[in-house]
């Protein structure tokens, strides 16, 4: 049996949440997910694309939550998040959204922790807020522009109207197919750990609405990323970095590793042999980056 194939899953089983959650309004119909534990310096943990809070909990909170106040959040328009369709895509928009939340929940100056997708939104939210942020670490972010598989799946949802209307389709034809080829594929070289097969919700990543959030999201990293390589040099906020040497999602030589050249207080670090979800198999890597933003490691 090949890697990608060695685990069962299914778009309509796990609906219901894995982790308990609550809901911040944001007003105008927007909402906010989180789930939170622990005690200590807050961190806050944001997920990649096609993923939801389960994705970072999973993997980090067991291991984080012991020194920390650990907040993961679904991203604005996945899991159980709510946002307005075209306004609230980007990842500049979703770091604001995610700070209007923690404002309002009475958390001051996180270290927050983004993987993929979500630590473009991390970096953006340093950026945004940096006398409120503790510390940024990001996880195989996306830092420059690039061409983008994502962009051509579900991109084409973007557009009002042809989204509406090809996205119920979509879900009931080829993406049951289509995600959970995804899913599998993203953990490459590595295979799905068994608990998450078993544990993640993948109907919260998965549906019409998510998949046109997929595809907003996808088409604006183009601006939104070329608004931040003009904004890294003035960076104020220290900022760790991780890729995997050997990730067949992002390219970390030409994202986060160029980006910590470019970054005055960065730090990129090579996670040898890890794939792009490094967090599931490498969290004592994480703890010590974010040990070493909090200054507890030098």
């Given at each position: ?48 694309t ?33 946002r ?46 940096p ?29 009002p ?51 046109i ?14 608004r ?29 590793a ?20 490094l ?20």
């Open positions: 049996m090949s890697r990608i194939a060695s685990l069962p899953l299914a778009l309509d089983r796990m609906a219901d949440p894995t982790v308990p959650r609550r809901s911040v309004s944001l007003g105008e119909g927007r909402s906010l997910a989180y789930a939170e534990a622990g005690e200590g310096p807050p961190l806050v943990l944001i997920h990649g096609l993923l939801a809070l389960e994705d970072m909990w999973l993997a980090l909170e067991p291991r984080l939550s012991r020194h920390h106040r650990v907040i993961a959040v679904d991203r604005p328009g996945h899991g159980l998040s709510a307005h369709r075209l306004v609230d895509a980007s990842p500049w928009r979703q770091a604001t959204l995610i700070h209007e939340a923690l404002q309002s929940l009475g958390i001051e100056r996180p270290i927050v922790i983004g993987h993929s997708f979500g630590g473009t939104v991390a970096l953006c939210y340093g950026l945004l807020f006398e409120e942020t503790a510390g940024l670490l990001a996880l195989a972010p996306l830092c420059f522009p690039e061409i983008r598989l994502e962009q051509i799946l579900f991109g084409p949802r973007f557009t109207g042809l989204g509406e209307m090809i996205g119920p389709l979509l879900a009931g034809t080829s993406d049951p197919t289509l995600l959970p080829l995804l899913w599998r594929a993203i953990f490459l070289p590595q295979i799905m750990p068994e608990a998450v097969a078993k544990s993640f919700p993948f109907a919260l990543a998965s549906g019409p609405e998510r998949m959030a997929e595809g907003e999201d996808a088409l604006s990293v183009w601006p939104a990323l070329s931040a390589a003009l904004s890294y040099t003035r960076c104020t906020v220290p900022v760790g970095i991780l890729g995997g040497t050997a990730d067949l999602v992002v390219n970390n030589a030409l994202q986060g160029l980006a910590a050249r470019a970054i005055p207080q960065a730090r990129f670090d090579w996670v040898p042999g890890a794939g792009h979800m967090h599931h198999f490498h969290q004592d890597t994480v703890a010590a980056a974010v040990d070493r933003l909090a200054g507890r490691l030098p």
